[in-house]
């Protein structure tokens, strides 16, 4: 089972993504927070495999949250909790350590698929998010000069880094990749670590966001 802790102020809120994460039957939420404060001090205790976080909470917001979290429990995976009026906080979350952005009002699927992906060590960004926050980072001018800087990057790479590149895009774990092209995991993990040094960039989620700039997702 993979166990959760669940923060948001809107208790509504949590009784919907409990309630989806709890009818996938391998997923467990083991503890909630109604703020961010407390979602730090029960992360602490209960040490869970994902920490699913509300970006806008009182006390302690998500993002500072999600830092605090990764700093005190490395062993837990970080998502946030968006939505479509919250772009500019993303480029704080990634440099804050979270993998995972899953939309609040997306498909249920995504959502499950999101924190089954960010549990394995994958990262997750729901379709939905990822392009709204490509196209949010400036005008169509400067996405397309994001696109095409993004497609020469990726041209750098071998052919299996560039197929690896679109698994990570696609939110596989590492287990996920090797079992998909049939390669032991160690090789997957230094694929990974390959592909993440020639793009320059820290962690899985900001190789996704090339991956999408660059179009390997929309295969």
């Given at each position: 089972m993979i166990r959760v802790l669940l923060a948001d102020d809107e208790a509504m809120v949590r009784a919907?993504?409990?309630a989806i994460l709890g009818s996938s039957g391998e997923t467990e939420v083991v503890a909630e927070a109604?703020?961010?404060?407390?979602?730090?001090?029960?992360?602490?205790?209960?040490?869970?495999?994902?920490?699913?976080?509300?970006?806008?909470?009182?006390?302690?917001?998500?993002?500072?949250?999600?830092e605090e979290i990764v700093r005190v429990v490395p062993g837990t995976a970080v998502a946030m909790l968006t939505t479509f009026s919250e772009q500019a906080y993303v480029a704080r979350a990634l440099?804050?350590?979270a993998i995972g952005f899953l939309l609040k009002s997306g498909d249920p699927y995504e959502l499950i698929a999101?924190?089954?992906?960010?549990?394995?060590?994958?990262?997750?960004?729901?379709?939905?998010?990822?392009?709204y926050v490509i196209e949010g980072l400036g005008g169509s001018a400067g996405r397309l000069g994001r696109e095409a800087a993004?497609?020469?990057?990726?041209?750098?790479?071998?052919?299996?880094?560039?197929?690896v590149l679109g698994l990570v895009g696609?939110?596989?774990?590492?287990?996920?990749?090797?079992a998909r092209l049939h390669l032991v995991e160690g090789t997957v993990k230094a694929y990974v670590s390959a592909v993440l040094d020639r793009l320059g960039v820290r962690n899985r989620v900001q190789a996704a966001i090339v991956a999408y700039e660059a179009g390997l997702m929309e295969s």
């Open positions: 919907g993504v409990r109604g703020d961010g404060r407390e979602a730090v001090e029960l992360a602490r205790a209960h040490r869970p495999d994902v920490a699913l976080l509300d970006i806008r909470m009182p006390r302690l917001d998500g993002l500072a949250a999600a440099g804050g350590g999101g924190v089954r992906a960010v549990a394995g060590g994958g990262a997750f960004l729901s379709p939905k998010v990822a392009r993004a497609r020469a990057r990726v041209q750098e790479l071998s052919p299996r880094e560039r197929e696609a939110g596989l774990s590492n287990p996920e990749i090797a």
